[in-house]
């Protein structure tokens, strides 16, 4: 019954230590992929800011001297240079919920390219659907607790049978 009891305890920390992981971490990461005959773009998108990386297919080198224009939901909006060598933007339309195409224009070195993709914003879920959260993991340990139950079940019947 000690095992039992332990086991039981090592399921109930381990579960409740991935939910606090998850709630240490921030919502997943939205993240936007564009690929172009020169340029790879990355965008990643936090609260109503989206930092925007951009490099050259040819070499893989980032671009950190380009023109970068992003057309969102019907706006288009100039992109600031980044410390890190990137571009940033702002829109308030980034904390809508939903799916949405996104299109990026890329000018540098004489060079002029639009990228597309499609930016999937957080459901207002806190970044789950389902998967992972805290009633998942309710089901999950209710289910180890009645296969636990099961398994003494049966491990005290063999015992009684094996002492008649």
């Given at each position: 019954?000690?095992?039992?009891?332990?086991?039981?305890?090592?399921?109930?920390?381990?579960?409740?230590?991935?939910?606090?992981?998850?709630?240490?971490?921030?919502?997943?990461?939205?993240?936007?992929?564009?690929?172009?005959?020169?340029?790879?773009?990355?965008?990643?998108?936090?609260?109503?800011?989206?930092?925007?990386?951009?490099?050259?297919?040819?070499?893989?080198?980032?671009?950190?001297?380009?023109?970068?224009?992003?057309?969102?939901?019907?706006?288009?909006?100039?992109t600031t240079?980044?410390i890190d060598?990137?571009?940033?933007?702002?829109?308030?339309?980034?904390?809508?919920?939903?799916?949405?195409?996104?299109?990026?224009?890329?000018?540098?070195?004489?060079?002029?390219?639009?990228?597309?993709g499609v930016?999937?914003?957080?459901?207002?879920?806190?970044?789950?659907?389902?998967?992972?959260?805290?009633?998942?993991?309710?089901?999950?340990?209710?289910?180890?607790?009645?296969?636990?139950?099961?398994?003494?079940?049966?491990?005290?019947?063999?015992?009684?049978?094996?002492?008649?």
């Amino acid at each position: 019954m000690n095992l039992l009891a332990a086991l039981g305890a090592a399921i109930l920390l381990c579960g409740f230590g991935a939910m606090r992981a998850q709630a240490s971490t921030p919502a997943a990461s939205r993240r936007v992929e564009a690929r172009g005959a020169h340029y790879r773009l990355v965008g990643l998108l936090r609260a109503d800011t989206m930092d925007i990386h951009v490099s050259r297919i040819l070499d893989n080198t980032p671009v950190s001297d380009a023109q970068v224009t992003v057309e969102f939901r019907g706006r288009t909006y100039a992109t600031t240079a980044s410390i890190d060598g990137g571009y940033e933007f702002s829109a308030p339309q980034l904390r809508l919920p939903g799916s949405a195409a996104i299109a990026f224009e890329i000018a540098a070195g004489g060079v002029d390219e639009t990228l597309r993709g499609v930016v999937r914003m957080p459901d207002g879920t806190g970044g789950h659907s389902g998967h992972g959260g805290a009633r998942q993991l309710g089901w999950w340990v209710l289910n180890f607790a009645v296969c636990i139950g099961f398994l003494a079940l049966i491990a005290r019947r063999r015992k009684r049978e094996s002492g008649d």
